[in-house]
């Protein structure tokens, strides 16, 4: 099993800025992509950051030019820094990976349990 644990979450107010990181451990054979989701009271989970084993990135529109993701492949650890945060960014953010480990013979999913996010003045 592969395990994700966030941190960095808090409370900032409009304008701040936050690091969000996710570290990966467990029995891990492999990582492809990773990525930041978030899921706000009331809406549905939605990706914020994605990047894939090469370091290709892609954004979510509404955090684009204000966010940053990025992977420590040695350390299997994904970043997320976010900039000029707005009280719409508020949500819980969520690590995902796309691992494979020893045992197993396809990749698949992982979660962490989130880190919540809150901008308010």
């Known amino acids: 099993q592969v395990q994700l644990v966030e941190s960095g979450g808090g409370l900032v107010q409009p304008g701040g800025s936050l690091r969000l990181s996710c570290v990966a451990s467990?029995?891990?054979?492999?990582?492809?992509?990773m990525g930041w989701y978030r899921q706000a009271p009331g809406k549905q989970r939605e990706l914020v950051a994605h990047i894939t084993s090469g370091g290709s990135m892609n954004y979510a529109d509404s955090v684009k030019g204000r966010s940053t993701i990025s992977r420590d492949n040695a350390k299997n650890t994904l970043y997320l820094q976010m900039n000029s945060l707005k009280p719409e960014d508020t949500a819980v953010y969520y690590c995902n990976c796309n691992a494979k480990t020893p045992y197993s013979t396809r990749s698949r999913d992982y979660w962490g349990q989130g880190t919540q996010v809150t901008v308010s003045s």
């Open positions: 467990g029995s891990i054979f492999s990582i492809s992509a």
